[in-house]
């Protein structure tokens, strides 16, 4: 910048609070006790208007709404979670409970035996998160799934 505009900036910046002084009565025949009771006075003035009272109220009422509604979105996010963490957890205590009973009644006389009650029980799963998801669908949307019957057994071509 040139001398020019820095020395006009700083007369203006002067001017501004030499104009803010006197708006605010700042002379000094006035004590601060004085000063500091007419801007209480003013600021009391202002905080008991009944606009302020009623911009006040609906932005209390505003806030203490949305602090409900997130306060109830967040419980509710949190009983989910525990309703998920323990369905999860009784997921796995059934299925331990499921296996323990079929190695103690039955036991296995081979890996092969293992490994096919494992492929059946997965395979279970399937079918009832099938019949699930269906039952769901058609509950919530009306629609349903079926193939046509078939008139004959097929046999998988041969290769």
């Excluded at 949305?66 to 299925?95: D, T």
């Excluded at 395979?123 to 009306?142: N, P």
């Amino acid at each position: 910048m040139t001398e020019a505009t820095v020395n006009q900036a700083e007369t203006s910046s002067k001017n501004v609070v030499v104009s803010l002084v006197k708006d605010r009565n700042f002379d000094q025949g006035k004590h601060l006790i004085q000063i500091l009771e007419e801007e209480g006075l003013q600021l009391f003035n202002l905080l008991s208007a009944e606009e302020t009272a009623d911009a006040y109220q609906k932005a209390g009422a505003a806030t203490w709404t949305l602090i409900k509604k997130v306060g109830l979105i967040i419980f509710f996010s949190l009983l989910l979670v525990a309703a998920l963490v323990i369905w999860i957890l009784g997921i796995g205590f059934q299925l331990g409970f499921y296996a323990r009973q079929k190695l103690e009644g039955n036991p296995p006389e081979s890996v092969v035996d293992i490994v096919i009650d494992f492929y059946a029980f997965i395979g279970r799963l399937f079918v009832k998160g099938y019949e699930w998801a269906a039952a769901f669908i058609k509950k919530t949307l009306g629609w349903t799934f079926e193939l046509p019957a078939s008139e004959g057994k097929s046999t998988p071509p041969e290769g």
